[in-house]
T-cell receptor, first 115, second 117 residues
Framework: AQSVTQPDIHITVSEGASLELRCNYS??????LFWYVQSPGQGLQLLLK??????LVQGIKGFEAEFKRSQSSFNLRKPSVHWSDAAEYFC?????????????FGTGTRLQVFP | ETGVTQSPTHLIKTRGQQVTLRCSSQ?????VSWYQQALGQGPQFIFQ???????GRGNFPPRFSGLQFPNYSSELNVNALELDDSALYLC????????????????FGSGTRLTVV
């Protein structure tokens, strides 16, 4: 069955430090890949997505992610974290196809930012 | 352009009761998906409605049901509530064309927090 693993439940970084959030997926083929962010009391906001092409994807708020087929990974990065980046981050995959565009989410990584 | 609106924002129900959650989709969208997010977990797909018809269902029992209306708004109904139904319920709208590959242009609402006691 398809699955998404986010190995880090909770990450703490200092403001201005670099960030990398890990995501691994288990799938029969290369799926569509997504990163979403959820602030307290809010819904999910799409940061970036990968469908095909260039494996380094740029998103909003200065985030980027790199798809590595050999590692079945899609890690999220940011060179310099801001206090406002504190939130829950979800990696998600979707089956390429023509039926239902459902997303399969990981369990999330909670990011805490210290000043 | 309006976003996705969900109501109510919070709800407390007793085990065994029934609940209806509502979602107004973003203007121009014709597809609504519902997700359940238990505490400390990622969202899980419940079902999707495309132009008033169910278009896929996740691993949820039949007591979870839904509707989509001609204006593409949607309801999620849960019967015989159980304690484990306590969760944040997220609605996401998108625009789809049947038999065309999706672009996953979801817009999520802020969710309804359901507590079952």
């Amino acid at each position: 069955a398809q699955s998404v693993t986010q190995p880090d439940i909770h990450i703490t970084v200092s403001e201005g430090a670099s960030l990398e959030l890990r995501c691994n997926y288990s799938y029969g083929a290369t799926p569509y890949l997504f990163w979403y962010v959820q602030s307290p009391g809010q819904g999910l906001q799409l940061l970036l997505k990968y469908f095909s092409g260039d494996t380094l994807v740029q998103g909003i708020k200065g985030f980027e992610a790199e798809f590595k087929r050999s590692q079945s990974s899609f890690n999220l990065r940011k060179p310099s974290v801001h206090w406002s980046d504190a939130a829950e981050y979800f990696c998600a995959v979707a089956l390429k196809g023509y039926n239902t565009d459902k997303l399969i989410f990981g369990t999330g990584t909670r990011l805490q930012v210290f000043p | 352009e309006t976003g996705v609106t969900q109501s109510p924002t919070h709800l407390i129900k007793t085990r065994g009761q029934q609940v209806t959650l509502r979602c107004s989709s973003q203007s121009g969208h014709n597809t609504v998906s519902w997700y359940q997010q238990a505490l400390g977990q990622g969202p899980q797909f419940i079902f999707q409605y495309y132009r008033e018809e169910e278009n896929g269902r996740g691993n949820f029992p039949p007591r979870f049901s839904g509707l989509q209306f001609p204006n593409y708004s949607s309801e999620l109904n849960v019967n015989a509530l159980e304690l484990d139904d306590s969760a944040l319920y997220l609605c996401a709208s998108s625009f789809g064309i049947r038999f065309r590959e999706y672009n996953y242009g979801y817009t999520f609402g802020s969710g309804t927090r359901l507590t079952v006691v």
